[in-house]
Structure formats: C-alpha cells, structure tokens
C-alpha cells in the first residue's frame, strides 16, 4: 500500500512496538504521525530521540471518546497499540484492562468511523486465545470489538488486527529482566523451566502489522508463524552468551500465567488461510439466524490441533543464542 502523503496516529505510541513502527514510517514519505498517549514524559524523551516535525505527539487517554476523537481528525489510518499489557497488574486490577483494553478500544473503533478514517489495525495477543487471565480476556473482546464492527455492513472503516506472543526486549519482557539479574550477579529467577513462549523481534511485530495493513480486509486477523523455546533454554542461552554460572531460583508460575500460549485455537485452525510466513485469520461473516445454528453447521477435522508454543517450532540452545546475539538490546548489553 502506498505510504506517501498519508496521516498516521499510533496509540500508545511512546512503547517499544509504537517508537519503533514510528522509525519505519518516518523512513517512507508519509506526511505525519501522530503518537497518542497519555505519558507526557515519554512524549518529551521520544520527541527529543526522533526530531521530526512530521511527528505530532497528542495528549490523551484512550478511556475518554472525546479525547481519541480529536486525535483521529485527518487520520487516514491507525495502528492501536494502547493497553494494558503485563498479566499480573491486570489480574490486580481487572477493571482497569476492561476500561483500557476494551472501553478504549470501542472509544477508537466508533472514533475511527465517525471520522471515516480507511483502516484501523488493532494489535491483539496470543493470551487472547484460551484465555485465563484478565488480560488475555479483555484482549479477546478486544477483538470480538472489532469483529462485531465487521458485521454492520455499512462500516467505511477497515477494520482488522494481529496476534503475536512475546516481542523480545520490550518494555516488561523476560529478556531485559534476565540480563538485569546477571548484570547485578544475581541468580536468575524462573516461574516454570518447561513453560514455553514464542520468540518475535520487535522488527519483526512491524512486519506482522504492516502486513496486516497492506493486505487486511474487514474483519481479518493475521499471526505470523513464530519458533518457540523453553524458559529454561532461554536461560542457558543467555548464561552461555554472558558466561554466568550462578544458579537459577524457581520461584513458581506467576498470577494468570499459563504452561504456553496459542496463537490460533483448533476451531480457528479448521478455518485459517496459510500465507506463507502468515496465517490469515478471516472474519466468520454468519448472520445471528437462530434456524441455521439448530440445522446447520460445520464438523471440524479432528486432526486440526491449536497453534501453541508447545506445537511450533522448538528452538534449540543455539538458535537461541544467534538469536539473541541479533538483537540490539544484548549487543549493547555486553561487555
């Protein structure tokens, strides 16, 4: 899709996902972007980093309708990345995931197409699918916002979303928490040393929603296929990369966590388009008619199993390790 002379507004923009997808658009011809948030010291460090005139920061809070309303004036697309991200601090507070997570994202989607802005990209999780946790829940009507949109068929607006698992070295990951615990020669902490997660860079999290962006219809969700690897592996990864030998501390699954996380369910998997590196996601358009639900349906192939974690994909101690070493956060981390 054509960037050139094109608006953007990324909520939640001062994150890792939001600064660097700012990075990427500022290197196309894009007129301006517009970061959403509601930190005022994040915007004045970001803006002091970037130095673009074509970068127009606006205070607000994804909560307030008016406040996002005013952000999407001339928009021409949106990324939404704003929520509450971290398991535990929304197990605590669940409420405040339901005002940000789902509030807000119904705040931007009714936003969007009263402005009749063209697409709205909303970026989803993998503890959406089978969720346990507050946040996985709110993230999972989150999503269930969106496709709702999709059946009032008068909407201008696309709207579309991905899912992705961890983005190693965000803000709150495991891997910035590990490196801190070896820099302070302090024993690092495991929950569960057979708990697996996927691996993606945050380049990686943009090509996934610039995917998304060029190719997504009404209603899509599109996941990339990522490898996986244990907590354990991670760790020996990172003690080979740093030669660390104190010993690890089990300390026990934490609030809300789950062994691995999926990315599609086996119902979705029944239904799912592979593109290669991605799986399109397509919206289930069926009318609310009662009659078809009692007299029709669908079986699903017993041999469909969810996409996990578990089932990806296993990296192994070494591809860990090329890995890591890849990523700018441990080249800077090293000695």
Known sequence: MNLNSKNFLITG???????????????????????FSRDENKQYQMRKNIKDSRVKFCIGDIRDYDSVLNACYEIDYVFHAAALKQVPSCEFYPMEAVKTNIIGTENLLKAASNSKLKKVVLLSTDKAVYPINAMGLSKAMMEKLMLSKNLIN?????????????????????????VNQIKNNNPITITDPQMT?????????????????NNGSQGDIFVQKSPACTLLDLVIALKNIFN????????GTRHGEK????????????RVEDN?????????????????FFKEGKEINK?????????????????????????????????
Do not use: W
């Not at 997660?197 to 962006?213: G, I, N, P």
């Open 13 to 35: 923009g001062t994150g890792s996902f939001g600064t660097t997808l700012c990075n990427y658009l500022l290197k196309k011809n894009v007129k301006n972007i517009t970061i």
């Open 154 to 178: 008068d909407m201008n607006t696309i709207f579309c979303a991905t899912r992705y698992g961890n983005v190693m070295c965000s803000r709150g990951s495991v891997i910035p928490l590990f």
């Open 197 to 213: 997660r996927y691996l993606m860079s945050l380049d990686e999290s943009v090509d996934l929603v610039l995917h998304a962006f």
């Open 244 to 251: 660390y030998k104190k010993e690890n501390i089990i300390i």
């Open 259 to 270: 062994l691995y996380e999926s990315l599609l369910s086996r119902e979705e998997m029944a």
């Open 276 to 292: 290669g590196k991605f799986f399109r996601l397509p919206s289930d358009n069926r009318s609310l008619n009662y009659d078809k």
């Open 303 to 335: 041999e469909y199993k969810e996409y996990t974690s578990h089932n990806t994909k296993r990296l192994s101690v070494e591809e860990i390790q090329e890995i890591l070493l890849d990523l700018d956060f441990i080249k800077k981390a090293l000695p």
